[in-house]
């Protein structure tokens, strides 16, 4: 089987003021498989949300090549980057951009609704299996402004797992979180892995979360520094 994603000589440069250049990613490469819990670590201003966007298909890299199993996307049309992003991929944010008016469900339904238009029976279906599994069942018609930060992210994985993506990219998503919040967030994206088998790339900065992620990747100054199986992955709860 091909690999989920594979990043080969991947640059990025930003324009910030003619004729100035700066490159932030130097030539990433990478391959993730299908399965993987991976963290991506390092300091602040690395480049790790920069490769994330990219990874995501939200931003285009100035030069290299991005293959989502096998399939070259760099010269993709912004319609076809756009349906293989929802189809393939999804988000999860340090902060939960839910809807606050609309409910639990309602703000789960969204990513399947913008795909098919209107509402239907299944898609409550799916977005109260989601919900019960991340054991929000009871608060599916609850507002999102009426839940904590930690129910929100909850409802914020869920609504990522709605159009049962490949892979989920999570840019900090326990920074906002308190200690218990944070570790019972990241424990149902783990769980989600083992059990599902869906791909998770998240950054994070706390080292504790990252050891219970099964490869270790290390981004500094643009460049990947290390890219390690974390053997010792569970033993340190
Ligand atoms: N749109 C942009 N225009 C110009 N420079 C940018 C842009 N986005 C990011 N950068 C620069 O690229 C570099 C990498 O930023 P990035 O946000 O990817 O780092 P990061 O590792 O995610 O940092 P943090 O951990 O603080 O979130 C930084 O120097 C940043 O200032």
Known sequence: MADLLALEGIRKSYNVGTPVETEVLHGINVTIHPREFVAL?????????????????????????????????TQLSEAAL???????????????????????????????????????DAMERRADELLDWVDLGKWRN?????MSGGQQQRVAI???????????????????????????????MRRFNRERGTTFLIVTHNHALAD???????????????????LLEGHSQ
């Open 142 to 146: 609850n507002r999102a402004l009426n």
């Open 82 to 120: 756009t349906s293989l992003r929802g189809h393939t991929i999804g988000f999860v944010f340090q902060y939960h951009y839910l809807i606050s008016a609309f409910t639990a469900r309602e703000n789960v339904m969204m990513p399947m609704l913008l795909d098919h238009g209107r509402p239907d």
């Open 41 to 73: 670590m390092g300091p602040s201003g690395s480049g790790k949300s920069t490769l994330l966007n990219i990874i995501g298909l939200l931003d285009r890299p100035t030069s290299g090549r991005l293959s989502i199993h096998g399939e070259d996307t």
């Open 212 to 230: 219970r992620c099964n490869r270790i990747i290390q981004v500094v100054d643009g460049r990947i520094t290390e890219d390690r199986i974390n």
């Open 158 to 188: 869920a609504r990522a797992l709605a159009m049962d993506p490949l892979l989920v990219l999570a840019d900090e998503p326990t920074g906002n979180l308190d200690t218990a919040s944070a570790d019972a967030v990241f424990e149902l």
